[in-house]
């Protein structure tokens, strides 16, 4: 069974930057393609980003597209979300999934990590 770990939230002011890390225990990280996902108060979870097993070709939601950038290390079992020009709106709780179908849909993903609060402040 994979466990997944997420660092990096925190607060930070509008226009500001944070990366969060996911590691991958368990199973080597290239046998999953990787998402991100996010879920403000009172929403239903919605999609950010995905990362395929090799890396390389990445998909994101229209509203964080240029913004924010999806990398892996499979060498060190971890993937990336890097965030950038941060709005109030990306206020969230956000998790890293692991799945074998490169997939927005949230239901494609069996393994979840255990979510790490972002907090944009105006």
């Known amino acids: 069974q994979v466990q997944l770990v997420e660092s990096g939230g925190g607060l930070v002011q509008v226009g500001g930057s944070l990366r969060l890390s996911c590691a991958i225990l368990?199973?080597?990280?290239?046998?999953?393609?990787m998402g991100w996902f996010r879920q403000a108060p009172g929403q239903e979870r919605e999609f950010v980003g995905i990362?395929?097993?090799?890396?390389?070709?990445?998909v994101y939601a229209d509203s964080v597209k240029g913004r924010f950038t999806i990398s892996r290390d499979n060498t060190k079992n971890t993937f990336y979300l890097q965030m950038n020009s941060l709005k109030p709106e990306d206020t969230a709780l956000y998790y890293c999934?692991?799945?074998?179908?490169?997939?927005?849909?949230?239901?494609?993903?069996?393994?979840w990590g255990q979510g790490t609060q972002v907090t944009v402040s105006s």
């Open positions: 999934a692991a799945g074998f179908l490169f997939s927005r849909r949230d239901g494609s993903y069996s393994n």
């Open positions: 368990g199973r080597p990280s290239d046998s999953y393609a």
């Open positions: 990362i395929p097993r090799s890396g390389g070709l990445t």
